[in-house]
């Protein structure tokens, strides 16, 4: 994205309040509240300074971050890791990095971000990342488990995920 795609400048303000600071790249709003509060950023891959942004989608909804908070603090990033497995993950961070990766152009000299969903390589860095990617539509089995988690605390984003078919390996699976 460059500058001048800034869209959402009306709320550049706000984005600045709940960042607590000026963004330092390119951002889109990927989902915001029904009083159109920003809950997501969708970040350019690059920081103006033209260092690798790895963070594609990035929660700054502070209620949803408190809740998260919460939840990393109880063990949620073990527990995670252990319900989703390493294969599904790896889908995850696969499919992320690769809808960043495609927005770098060909000729793009120097580093590149890298990693998926945060940066990461495998396993689970950060709840927050994984949420933020599944609030904007991405296909996050780690995302799709914090809500559920955040659900059963009243604190869930108010909307109702897709259900979709998880590979398990096994024949006759259910829907999640």
């Known amino acids: 994205m460059s500058r001048s795609r800034l869209r959402h400048q009306p709320q550049l303000e706000r984005v600045i309040e709940l960042l607590g600071r000026r963004p330092r790249s390119d951002y889109d709003i990927a989902v915001v509240r029904p009083d159109g509060s920003p809950v997501v950023l969708i970040n350019a891959p690059f920081f103006y300074s033209g260092r690798p942004m790895p963070t594609r989608y990035w929660l700054i909804d502070p209620v949803l971050n408190k809740a998260i908070g919460r939840l990393e603090s109880t063990g949620g990033v073990k527990a995670a890791e252990a319900a989703i497995g390493p294969d599904r993950l790896r889908r995850a961070h696969h499919a992320y990095g690769a809808e960043r990766d495609a927005l770098i152009p060909p000729d793009h000299q120097g580093?590149?971000?890298?990693?998926?969903?945060?940066?990461?390589?495998?396993?689970?860095?950060?709840?927050?990342?994984?949420?933020?990617?599944?609030?904007?539509?991405g296909d996050d089995p780690v995302g799709h488990w914090v809500h559920k988690r955040l659900a059963e605390t009243g604190?869930?984003?108010?909307?109702?995920?897709?259900?979709?078919?998880?590979?398990?390996?096994?024949?006759?699976?259910?829907?999640?």
Not at 113 to 137: D, E, I, M, N
Not at 162 to 176: D, F, I, L, S, V
Request: charged letters at 15%; hydrophobic letters at 30%; aromatic letters at 10%.
């Open 111 to 137: 580093p590149v971000p890298t990693g998926g969903v945060g940066g990461t390589r495998q396993g689970v860095k950060c709840l927050h990342a994984h949420y933020a990617y599944f609030l904007a539509g």
């Open 155 to 176: 604190d869930a984003f108010p909307f109702e995920p897709p259900t979709k078919e998880e590979p398990t390996g096994q024949a006759g699976a259910g829907r999640q």
